[in-house]
């Protein structure tokens, strides 16, 4: 079974990407919300058939797994705060209203975060579908309360509206809906982010993982952003690369002291060290803060499976734009 029978299935982002930037650039509308030129296309949607695939290996378009995995990993850490996030991406500080948070696009804040001490949405989801697996209702809600959702003059407002996730045939499937995404800019990280939690789901249920589906109002280009397409489109795709499956989810934890460290500076002796699939990530971001030197169990021939998604000297990542 598959999540969604309508939509165009790829088995993997690199597939996705090519179809998407393909499309828009053949078919797609001219349109200049806020004044900026775009190419887009209405109510375009597609299936990632294996969600594990969901990193970009298109050296063209020089994706950054460490942005992906921080990003992740601020979003499951419930946190708004710019320099987090900003430490990843510098561009995030353009959407900030005060400097210091972000209050449009941190969608972990609204999953994990508990700010009237009631349970979080992750763990109210978790209830729906261990009670009723067959449960229509096990939606998470990214959207900020009106009226600032709808203020034009808002630096961020949230892309995502609701991510679903249908447990049928013993496997977790996820379809997530966007007011808004750019192929360039947003959609190889957000597909990045919302499959994991789709795979972190599936893990904290005891079931396997089904596809991903992903639907948007509109799926766009920057007009600043053909002469990039146009090289991606004009290269070659790698064989597709799928990540391990998700082992040890405890060792979440453990993974989120092993960024924190990282990102802020801290002795990395004293922590303790994550396992198997979580320890590999905390590589990767190793590596790339050069926190590695020295360390034999950091250095690049430890980051496990992922030295054909990381591209040398990738320079500035590109971060989310609504």
């Not at 993997?12 to 806020?34: F, H, N, Y």
């Not at 995995?69 to 990843?88: C, K, P, Q, R």
């Not at 799928?242 to 802020?264: K, N, Q, V, Y």
Request: aromatic content about 10%.
């Amino acid at each position: 079974m598959t999540a969604s029978a309508a939509l165009p299935s790829f088995h993997s982002m690199d597939a996705v990407q090519r179809w998407a930037m393909e499309r828009i650039m053949s078919q797609g509308r001219l349109s200049s919300p806020r004044g900026r030129e775009t190419l887009e296309l209405l109510a375009a949607g597609f299936t990632l058939a294996d969600p594990r695939r969901r990193c970009i290996t298109n050296r063209e378009r020089r994706w950054s797994l460490p942005l992906a995995i921080g990003e992740f990993a601020w979003h499951v850490s419930g946190s708004d705060e710019l320099s987090f996030i900003g430490s990843y991406a510098p561009r995030w500080r353009d959407f900030s209203e005060d400097g210091r948070t972000i209050r449009g696009s941190c969608y972990g804040r609204r999953i994990f975060g508990t700010p009237d001490g009631t349970r979080s949405q992750w763990a109210l989801l978790k209830e729906i579908l261990r009670e009723d697996p067959m449960s229509r209702r096990a939606v998470l809600n990214f959207q900020q309360e009106p009226p600032e959702a709808l203020r034009s003059d808002s630096l961020d407002t949230a892309c995502a509206t609701v991510l679903q996730f249908l447990v049928r045939d013993g496997r977790v499937h996820a379809i997530a809906y966007m007011r808004s995404n750019d192929v360039v800019w947003g959609l190889p990280y957000d597909v990045f982010l919302f499959t994991m939690l789709q795979e972190m789901l599936a893990c904290e249920i005891g079931l396997d993982i089904g596809t991903y589906s992903h639907v948007a109002g509109s799926l766009h280009v920057y007009a600043r952003h053909f002469s990039l397409i146009e090289r991606i489109l004009e290269s070659k795709d790698p064989d597709a690369f799928s990540m391990p499956p998700m082992t040890d989810l405890p060792g979440l934890t453990d993974f989120l002291a092993w960024e924190r460290a990282i990102r802020t500076g801290q002795s990395l002796g004293s922590l303790q060290a994550a396992h198997g699939f979580w320890q590999d990530l905390a590589n990767v971001l190793c590596i790339s803060s050069n926190r590695g030197e020295g360390n034999a169990a950091l250095r690049p021939a430890a980051i496990g499976p992922y030295g054909p998604v990381l591209v040398p000297s990738a320079g500035p990542a590109f971060g989310s734009s609504a």
